[in-house]
């Protein structure tokens, strides 16, 4: 078991442990979540890699749609009552149809669909610069370290910013060529893994032991 699986692991342990304390429909959605992409890694993919290596791809891409679903979900209800909310229903539909196109394209369904998943990650990106902006211009004081949200879409800026960045380089195949490309490639994926569930055990816990100002 690799180091970033016992993250995925502890993250998990870590939601749970906080799970009835935490009081913001956002984040237990987060930690399902969370939940969900254990038993992903640990379970689903590992008896597909055994039993049918052909359908791992196959295996991310389902899984991928219940996993955008769910962040869109997180960050329709962070945004409640401001107008940014208005489009996220909009904009989810159009995600998942280009997802969908992308998906019956011939032989697509046994590759993991990059761009669709390069378009979700900025639309994720956008949404949590949107929260900062909201939270760095309030009027009235508040440590932003002790704020919930913060670092979700801390997590979620750092992890979809370094994925967008390899996956780039997969449709770069002179890229490819350099004898330091795979070094590179999974230096920044154990990166963008790190940052998400330490910043997710961040925000797990904040959400949990301290009040929203």
């Known amino acids: 078991m690799n180091y970033i699986k016992i993250l995925e692991l502890l993250c998990l342990c870590v939601g749970l442990f906080t799970y009835t304390k935490i009081h913001s429909v ?11 992409t254990v038993v992903n ?3 689903i993919v590992n008896i597909i890699k055994e039993h049918a290596p052909a359908y791992r791809n196959f295996a991310y891409s389902m899984f991928s749609v219940f996993e955008r679903a ?4 997180v960050f329709y ?3 409640s009552n401001h107008r940014v909310q208005r489009i996220i229903i909009p904009l989810s539909i159009a995600l998942f149809v280009y997802a969908v196109y992308e998906f019956v394209q011939p032989g697509n369904w046994k590759k993991f669909n990059i761009v669709s998943y390069c378009f979700y ?16 211009r309030k009027d009235e004081y508040q440590p932003i370290f002790r704020d919930s949200i913060f670092w979700l879409c801390a997590a979620c800026i750092l992890f979809h910013g370094l994925i967008i960045i390899n996956f780039v ?7 490819w060529k350099a004898l330091i490309s795979k070094t590179v490639f999974y ?8 940052f998400y ?5 961040f925000c797990f816990l904040t959400s949990a032991y301290f009040k929203k100002q």
Do not use: P, Q
């Open 26 to 36: 956002a984040v237990r959605i987060v930690i399902w979540i969370v939940a969900l």
């Open 41 to 43: 890694e640990l379970a």
């Open 70 to 73: 769910g962040w869109l979900i």
């Open 77 to 79: 209800k962070i945004h």
């Open 121 to 136: 990650g900025l639309v994720i990106i956008i949404f949590s610069f949107l929260y900062l902006r909201r939270l760095l």
């Open 169 to 175: 380089t997969l449709m770069d195949t002179a890229y």
């Open 187 to 194: 230096w920044l994926l154990n990166s963008a893994n790190t």
């Open 197 to 201: 569930y330490i910043f997710l055990c």
